[in-house]
C-alpha cells in the first residue's frame, strides 16, 4: 500500500478520491482517466470547422450572405460547449465509504454483511440493489459502477470514450446536445457547400470546376459531412429510441427490461424528462476539506506503529 501522507490543513476531498477520476482546476473539473478518443472528437470537430471558416467562407459571402455564417458559428459554438460540459461534468458520482465514515456522511453506506443483492418493487417491476464491493455502498437504482473511471455512477448511461468521461444523470442531457448539434452541424454544412458548389457549375463545366482548390476543398467538406451525419445518426436514433422508453443505454444493453421500464413517464414527458431536466447537485463537494476522521493514509500509519 502506498503511503502518503496528507496534510490536515487545506487537504480536499477530490485530492484523496481512491479512483481513477481526473479532477483539473482545483476540483472544479471532474473527468475520466481516457482523453485519446476525446482529443480525436474535437479534431474531426474543430479541423472541418476551420477549414470551412477560412477557404469556404469568403465564397459564401460573395454568393450567400454573412447571416449564413453567423448561423454556422452559433451551431458550432453550442456543439463545441456541450462536448465540453459532458466531457469535464461530474456525471452523478456516488460518495464511497472511506475509513471510519458514518451514515449521517453516506446515506448509501452498506456493511461487508449486506446482502449482495436486495429486491425492491418498482410499479410493480422487480429491481435488485446490488452492493458494490469497490465502493462498499447499496447502488440505488439505475445506478452502476464504472470499471473505467471505477466510481458507482447515479442513473448511469454509459461510458463513452468520444467524450472521456462517463454519461449520467447530471450531464446526459448535455450529451444529448451535443450528438444532436453535430447532426445538425454536419447537415447544415453539407447543405451550404453543396450549394456553392451548385452555384459555380453554372458558370463553368466540371473540368474548369474541379480545377480551383477551394471547389475541392468544398467537396471534401461535403462527403465528410454526409458521412459524419449518416454514422452520427445512428447514434442519435438510438437515444431517441431509448429516451421514448425511459431506458438507459445500460439498461438496455443487459435487457433490464422486458416489456416496458417502471420508470416510463410517456412519450412526451419522457423528453422533457431528459431534455429539459432540472439542475442536479453533486452528490460530493469536490473542494470541500477532508475530514481528520476520513483521512485513510494517516489511519494506515497509525495502525502499523500500534503493530510494532
Not at 34 to 58: A, H, N, Q
Not at 63 to 71: D, K, P, R
Request: charged residues 20%; glycine residues 4%.
Amino acid at each position: 500500500v502506498e503511503q502518503t501522507k496528507y496534510s490536515r490543513m487545506g487537504t480536499l476531498k477530490y485530492q484523496t478520491w481512491p479512483s481513477k477520476t481526473v479532477f483539473r482546476w482545483g476540483g472544479r473539473l471532474v473527468t475520466g482517466p481516457d482523453k485519446l478518443y476525446f482529443l480525436l472528437t474535437l479534431m474531426m470537430l474543430f479541423v472541418p470547422e476551420i477549414l470551412f471558416l477560412v477557404i469556404v467562407s469568403p465564397a459564401i459571402l460573395e454568393l450567400l450572405s454573412v447571416a449564413v455564417i453567423v448561423v454556422d458559428l452559433y451551431i458550432f459554438i453550442n456543439c463545441a460547449v456541450c462536448l465540453f460540459i459532458t466531457s469535464y461534468m461530474d456525471p452523478g458520482i456516488l460518495p464511497r465509504k472511506i475509513a471510519d465514515q458514518s451514515a449521517s456522511e453516506n446515506p448509501w453506506l452498506a456493511s461487508q454483511k449486506y446482502p449482495l443483492t436486495t429486491t425492491i418493487h418498482v410499479v410493480g417491476n422487480k429491481v435488485d440493489l446490488k452492493r458494490c464491493s469497490t465502493c462498499n455502498i447499496v447502488r440505488p437504482p439505475r445506478t452502476s459502477h464504472c470499471s473505467y473511471c471505477d466510481n458507482c455512477v447515479d442513473r448511469f448511461d454509459h461510458h463513452c470514450p468520444w467524450t472521456g468521461n462517463c454519461v449520467g444523470k447530471r450531464n446526459y442531457r448535455f450529451f444529448l446536445l451535443f450528438v444532436y448539434g453535430a447532426l445538425l452541424n454536419c447537415l447544415y454544412m453539407a447543405g451550404i457547400n453543396l450549394a456553392i458548389i451548385l452555384i459555380r457549375s453554372k458558370d463553368s463545366d466540371l473540368t474548369t470546376l474541379f480545377k480551383d482548390w477551394r471547389i475541392i476543398i468544398s467537396l471534401v467538406l461535403l462527403i465528410y459531412a454526409l458521412g459524419a451525419f449518416l454514422t452520427v445518426s445512428l447514434l442519435g436514433g438510438l437515444h431517441c429510441s431509448l429516451i421514448w422508453r425511459n431506458v438507459t443505454t445500460n439498461e438496455n444493453i443487459k435487457g433490464s427490461w422486458a416489456k416496458k421500464s417502471p420508470y416510463s413517464l410517456g412519450f412526451f414527458k419522457n423528453y422533457l424528462f431528459f431534455f429539459c431536466p432540472p439542475r442536479y447537485p453533486q452528490y460530493i463537494d469536490w473542494r470541500e476539506p477532508m475530514p481528520e476522521a476520513l483521512d485513510v493514509s494517516v489511519k494506515i500509519e497509525d495502525s502499523e506503529k500500534t503493530q510494532l
